[in-house]
């Protein structure tokens, strides 16, 4: 009987193995619940870093047209008025770059392209002056993506309201 007895458990339980073989609907269902709750928290912190990195293109671009518009002052004993007569190369898919510059001061504004999805992006603005030896600057974004227009600093001590300097 005993010889019997194990056979039958035997039995018992390589039946029971054959039958346990894949997942019940309520383990998927689980499992597609939490995918869905990691995926709606981890999105919206992936899109803003997207934004981010688009806006670096801006301030990056404007510290090169700074710098460029210095060196034009030292070797022309003014600032450029055009874009193309800096040797900077400036390049960006989501902004177009306007500089305007005198005698004693330069401004660059840009404007988020709307064709590329420009329309999250935040404008900026940059402003240099030579003081003697030295060259005063400050680049400066706006606090609001609905800003239609940057607004160019008049001095390198503060941005306009509604922006903030982030260089």
Aim: with cysteine; aromatic share 8%; net charge positive.
């Amino acid at each position: 009987m005993k010889s019997e007895f194990k056979a039958k458990y035997l039995q018992h339980l390589v039946s029971k193995k054959k039958g346990n073989e894949g997942f019940t609907l309520i383990e998927l269902l689980v499992v597609i619940i939490i995918v869905g709750v990691l995926a709606a928290i981890a999105l919206p912190s992936f899109l803003n870093q997207i934004g981010k990195a688009r806006g670096s293109e801006a301030k990056s671009n404007l510290g090169t047209i700074n710098r460029s518009q210095q060196a034009y002052r030292l070797e022309r004993n003014t600032f450029s008025n055009a874009l193309t007569a800096l040797d900077a190369r400036v390049t960006g898919k989501f902004y177009s770059y306007t500089v305007a510059g005198a005698a004693n001061t330069a401004t660059a504004v840009t404007t988020p392209v709307a064709a590329a999805g420009g329309g999250d992006l935040k404008v900026s603005s940059a402003y240099v002056r030579q003081n003697g030896d030295t060259f005063l600057q400050i680049i400066c974004e706006s606090t609001e993506t609905s800003a239609a227009v940057a607004v160019a600093p008049t001095d390198e001590t503060a941005c306009a309201a509604n922006y903030v300097q982030v260089n």
